[in-house]
Nanobody
């Protein structure tokens, strides 16, 4: 089964930084593109950053210039370095594969990691 374990969240002041980690295993191993999602209560999850095996990267406009996504293919680990954090970045952050997330009947998520940005 797909296993997704996110960590690294916490409480930080505006302008601060956090580094999130995601360790993944199972059928997700061979997926080319991995991504970070976030969700706030009452809202759908949104994809904030994605990265392919070859290092091709995309960011949502809201995080561009502040967040950096990276991955270690050998260790099946993905990271999200978050700098210049804003209160609107507060959310539960999840990792997953967009191709799976967008597939019929797929609803396999980790526990997520809470990021709270507040003075």
């Amino acid at each position: 089964q797909v296993q997704l374990v996110e960590s690294g969240g916490g409480l930080v002041q505006p302008g601060g930084s956090l580094r999130l980690s995601c360790v993944y295993s199972g059928p997700i191993f061979g997926i080319y593109i991995m991504g970070w999602y976030r969700q706030v209560p009452g809202k759908q999850r949104e994809l904030v950053a994605s990265i392919g095996r070859g290092g091709n990267i995309d960011y949502a406009d809201s995080v561009k210039g502040r967040f950096t996504i990276s991955r270690d293919n050998a260790d099946n680990t993905m990271y999200l370095q978050m700098n210049s954090l804003k209160p609107e970045d507060t959310a539960v952050y999840y990792c997953n594969a967009p191709s799976l997330v967008n597939s019929k009947g797929y609803d396999d998520w980790g526990q997520g990691t809470q990021v709270t940005v507040s003075s």
